[in-house]
Each structure stands twice: as C-alpha cells, then as structure tokens.
T-cell receptor, first 114, second 112 residues
Framework: NAGVTQTPKFRILKIGQSMTLQCTQD?????MYWYRQDPGMGLKLIYY???????DKGEVPNGYNVSRSTTEDFPLRLELAAPSQTSVYFC?????????????FGPGTRLTVL | GENVEQHPSTLSVQEGDSAVIKCTYS??????FPWYKQELGKRPQLIID?????GEKKDQRIAVTLNKTAKHFSLHITETQPEDSAVYFC???????????FGKGTTLSVSS
C-alpha cells in the first residue's frame, strides 16, 4: 500500500492565483483530513470528511474548499491565494477504533504564495 | 471547542537522560490522546497513544500517562538517544473521530 499520497510536493503561487492540492489514500479509510502547519507551530485542521459526499469545517477553513466524491480522494482547493496561506499542508486519513482515532499522514505539500 | 496546551516548547537533554513533555486539554469529552513525532522535513508519525479508560501506557522507552481529573497527559522518554531528536506533538480528540486538536509542539534535542 502506498498509504496517503499528496501532490505536488512543492508549489509557488502568485497572489490571487488558484490551485488544487491532491490527496489520495489506498487504505479504504472513511475519514480524511486537511491540516496546515506554519513554521514553529502545530497542525491546524482546515477541513475534514467522514465519508464520500460529507465534509465539514475545521479550525481554519477560510480561503479553502474541499470535496469528497470518492473514498480515496480528498482534494483541497485554494481560491485567490494570499501570502497568509504560505504553509505546509498535510493530508491525513484514519480508521476509527473503539477507543479513538488513529491518523496516518501524507508527506506534505510545501506552498509559498508571493 | 477543544484547546490543547503543550510545554515546554523546547527541551535539551544529554544522551541517556529522561525527557518529559506535558500537555493539558480543555474538553472533558476528549477521550483519545496520541503523540506524534515529526523529524525535520518529514510527516508526523504516531509513536504512542492512550485512551481515556487507561491511566498509563508504555512501549519500550516511551510511556504516556493520563490524568483525566486534572485534564493533563504527559510523554516520558527514558534513556534518550540522538535519534530521539525531533518535534513532538500531543493531540486530543473525542470518539466521534471528528478531528485531532494539536498542541504547538516541543522541539527535543538530545546531545551525545
């Protein structure tokens, strides 16, 4: 299994441009998440999905959109990129056990907005 | 919503010493507390976790303790090694699996 994969690995955007960060998992996990990690900070939840067709906002959703048309894919869309969106973006997926949630992370996408 | 505080932000120890990282959480409904290790430029990886019905869990040199009454949990690393150097994150979530709320991380440096 490849686990959680993300593309691209790096990207530079100009202010106002748009892009989609791709995330795919092959573990048949129902739950998927998008986090951003700013330098020296923890991970902040942007959006999450508990199954195909279901998405919900996390802590910092403004400026982003998501969709979940299949179990495997959970793309993150940035509209009108701003310098404040410069960050490392991690996608994660999980399976729910009787006692909690164990998440597996992708390798990340480093985004710079200039 | 849930808020997770983590201390210290940086921790330097000598090889062989023990390291302790502490976290507090605010939501009494949280019942799952994982710890992640993140090496420079890499993804976070789960190293140990604890459920709310357990007070302590150990895995070789790593242990986690949970005090539900005080709403805090701690990571203990014994006999530290240079390869333990990384950023460690605590997190909390409820059983619904909505999301993990992370602390800001602790940068652990182990010098030989």
């Amino acid at each position: 299994n490849a686990g959680v994969t993300q593309t691209p690995k790096f990207r530079i955007l100009k202010i106002g441009q748009s892009m989609t960060l791709q995330c795919t998992q092959d573990m048949n996990h129902n739950y998927m998440y998008w986090y951003r990690q700013d330098p020296g900070m923890g991970l902040k939840l942007i959006y999450y999905s508990v199954g195909a067709g279901i998405t919900d906002k996390g802590e910092v959703p403004n400026g982003y959109n998501v969709s979940r048309s299949t179990t495997e894919d959970f793309p993150l869309r940035l509209e009108l990129a701003a310098p404040s969106q410069t960050s490392v973006y991690f996608c994660a997926s999980s399976y729910v056990t009787s006692g909690g949630v164990e998440q597996f992370f992708g390798p990340g996408t480093r985004l710079t907005v200039l | 919503g849930e808020n997770v505080e983590q201390h210290p932000s940086t921790l330097s120890v000598q090889e062989g010493d023990s390291a302790v990282i502490k976290c507090t959480y605010s939501d009494s409904a949280s019942n799952y507390f994982p710890w992640y290790k993140q090496e420079l430029g890499k993804r976070p990886q789960l190293i140990i976790d604890i459920r709310s019905n357990v007070g302590e869990k150990k895995d070789q040199r790593i242990a986690v303790t949970l005090n539900k009454t005080a709403k805090h949990f701690s990571l203990h690393i014994t006999e530290t090694q240079p390869e333990d150097s990384a950023v460690y994150f605590c997190a909390a979530s409820n059983q619904a699996g909505t999301a993990l709320i992370f602390g800001k991380g602790t940068t652990l440096s182990v010098s030989s």
